[in-house]
């Protein structure tokens, strides 16, 4: 079993960054690829980053070159820095782990880029 609890949410400007974290309980951490969605009111969860347990990343078109995923493996941590957020960034954040056939969800992080 792993719990995903993620911080860093909050009021940006746009143009501005901010850095989500993700605590994963549990052992065997390293094994598991992360991964970041996220999802804005009325639309669809969408996949936005994720980093293989290699180290591996992928990003949505979307984000790429203004988000970046990464993990810290000791501190059972993965990270998502945003720069240049843009008001299309706003959504609640949600932190994943997958090894299959396992998944987890962490509960969520409010993001809101607005002027």
């Known amino acids: 079993q792993v719990q995903l609890v993620e911080s860093g949410g909050g009021l940006v400007q746009p143009g501005g960054s901010l850095r989500l974290s993700c605590a994963a309980s549990?052992?065997?951490?390293?094994?598991?690829?992360m991964g970041w969605y996220r999802q804005a009111p009325g639309k669809q969860r969408e996949l936005v980053a994720t980093?293989?347990?290699?180290?591996?990343?992928n990003y949505a078109d979307s984000v790429k070159g203004r988000f970046t995923i990464s993990r810290d493996n000791a501190k059972n941590t993965v990270y998502l820095q945003m720069n240049s957020l843009k008001p299309e960034d706003t959504a609640v954040y949600y932190c994943?782990?997958?090894?299959?056939?396992?998944?987890?969800w962490g509960q969520g992080t409010q993001v809101t880029v607005s002027s």
């Open positions: 994943y782990a997958t090894r299959v056939p396992l998944n987890y």
């Open positions: 549990g052992t065997m951490f390293s094994f598991y690829a």
């Open positions: 980093i293989t347990s290699g180290g591996n990343t």
